[in-house]
């Protein structure tokens, strides 16, 4: 039996005490936190833009977005760069840990128990060891009203 896309290769990330993950394929890049420009009339989890390399990037503090509350940035927050219908977002998170390869055998179906999190995110749990990973599926983390609303924001 073959072994090749038994694996998933994903970016682990904090948010508050739990640990979620992203398949890379939809990342571009981590940065640093800076500053953001707020822009009026947008959903509160919109933090803003900011100029990444010339390309004005909408930023989503995640935290706000999947109902965590909000915190302070620190030293250790960090800005993933996704790439969601065709256009770069920024999602603000506490921290990027690392990346890995998780076993597509130890990711299981999300748990009909999870309320905290609108189960629609949730592409599934990975069980390692002594880690539990929240897989986010990004494309159902905005609707499609949303990524439109944000569409005009980066084309202000």
Do not use: C
């Amino acid at each position: 039996m073959s072994e090749i896309g038994s694996e998933k290769k994903v970016i682990v990330f904090q948010l508050k005490d739990e640990e979620f993950a992203v398949s890379v394929q939809q990342i571009g890049s981590i940065e640093r936190i800076q500053p953001i420009t707020r822009v009026p009339n947008t959903p509160e989890f919109v933090k803003g833009v900011i100029n990444l390399r010339g390309v004005v990037t909408p930023i989503i503090d995640l935290r706000s977005r999947l109902g965590i509350e909000e915190t302070e940035y620190s030293d250790s927050t960090r800005i993933i760069i996704v790439f969601l219908d065709e256009m770069e977002v920024g999602l603000i998170v506490d921290a990027a840990n690392d990346v890995i390869d998780i076993p597509t055998s130890s990711i299981e179906p999300t748990p009909e128990v999870i309320g905290a999190v609108n189960e629609d995110y949730i592409e599934g749990v990975a069980k390692l060891e002594n880690r539990l990973l929240i897989l986010l599926d990004l494309r159902k983390i905005l609707t499609n009203n949303e990524i439109n609303e944000l569409k005009h924001v980066e084309g202000n």
